[in-house]
């Protein structure tokens, strides 16, 4: 069973800064892409940010220039760095990863979420 752990959400002024983390655990044998997405209410989940093995990136156009994915391979933690945050920043984010197993197979498998709140 594969488990994501998230962290480094909360409540942030316009313009300030927040890093989230995820490390995953279990059963893990590769995992080829790491990434973030979000869902504000009422709204569908979106992606933020993946970042392959590889370490190609890929952003939504909303987060660009703003937000910064990185990942540590040897650790299998991802990591988001979100500058010049707005309210519309504000979402549940969710810690996504994209591998396989050592009982075999794989899939998506996706954390709990954390909470981002934007607000003066």
């Known amino acids: 069973q594969v488990q994501l752990v998230e962290s480094g959400g909360g409540l942030v002024q316009p313009d300030g800064s927040l890093r989230l983390s995820c490390a995953p655990s279990?059963?893990?044998?590769?995992?080829?892409?790491m990434g973030w997405y979000r869902q504000a209410p009422g709204k569908q989940r979106e992606l933020v940010a993946t970042i392959a093995s590889s370490g190609s990136t890929n952003y939504a156009d909303s987060v660009k220039g703003r937000f910064t994915i990185s990942r540590d391979n040897t650790k299998n933690v991802v990591h988001l760095q979100m500058n010049s945050l707005k309210p519309e920043d504000t979402a549940v984010y969710f810690c996504y990863i994209h591998g396989s197993v050592y009982s075999g197979g794989g899939g998506d498998y996706w954390g709990q979420g954390t909470q981002v709140t934007v607000s003066s």
């Open positions: 279990g059963n893990i044998l590769s995992i080829y892409i």
